[in-house]
């Protein structure tokens, strides 16, 4: 991962699907995706990363500067407002 991160072109985007990053096995990672981002690059968190990662684990995004805390967690359906789209 770390070595993807620096070629040229750089990823169009970092995906962080899962729990991974926030082991300290992988703060080396972690530091290249920072790096990745400050010089303009997108990550979104996604997937199962949510489910898994443990409530005191996600202090380790205050190194991005982000305060998060773990919050109440739940599942919804959504579905698509068809009133709204373009009549085009």
């Known amino acids: 991962a ?7 072109p750089q990823p169009s985007a970092v995906l962080i699907t899962d729990e991974a990053l926030t082991g300290t096995k992988n703060a080396r990672v972690w530091e290249a995706v920072l790096q990745y981002v400050r010089q303009g690059g997108t990550t979104v968190v996604m997937g199962l990363f949510a489910s898994d990662v443990k409530p005191a684990a996600i202090k380790f995004f205050a190194k991005a500067g982000l305060q998060w805390e773990s ?3 739940h599942r919804t359906t959504l579905v698509l407002n068809r009133e ?3 009549k085009n």
């Open 2 to 8: 770390i070595s993807l991160l620096s070629e040229q």
């Open 71 to 73: 919050g109440s967690y």
């Open 84 to 86: 709204v789209l373009s």
